[in-house]
């Protein structure tokens, strides 16, 4: 496998990210999660919001993803940030 596709090498990445990387994300990712919640809100369709995301460049699997690695959201990833 290449790139960052086992566990340790996403960890070691990660353990690598400065503590402003890790508050811009966070911040970035809690906006991201207020829009999709708005659009919930308003009767957006999943494949609304899973265009507006693609848009973005992110998937609704790689938001959870994401929450889950930032603490939003419980972690069932297996990574710290």
């Known amino acids: 496998m290449t790139g960052l596709s086992q566990p340790k090498e996403i960890q070691d990445t990660i353990d690598?990210?400065?503590p402003e990387?890790?508050?811009e994300a966070l911040?970035?990712?809690q906006k991201i999660?207020?829009?999709?919640?708005q659009m919930i809100a308003t009767g957006a369709t999943?494949?609304?919001i899973e265009a507006?995301?693609?848009s973005i460049g992110i998937s609704l699997e790689e938001l959870d993803y994401?929450?889950?690695m930032l603490g939003?959201?419980?972690n069932e990833t297996g990574l710290q940030l």
């Open 33 to 37: 999660r207020m829009l999709v919640e």
């Open 27 to 29: 911040e970035n990712l």
């Open 52 to 54: 507006l995301l693609a």
């Open 72 to 74: 939003i959201s419980d």
């Open 21 to 23: 990387e890790k508050a």
């Open 66 to 68: 994401a929450e889950q």
């Open 46 to 48: 999943e494949d609304e």
């Open 16 to 18: 690598n990210i400065t």
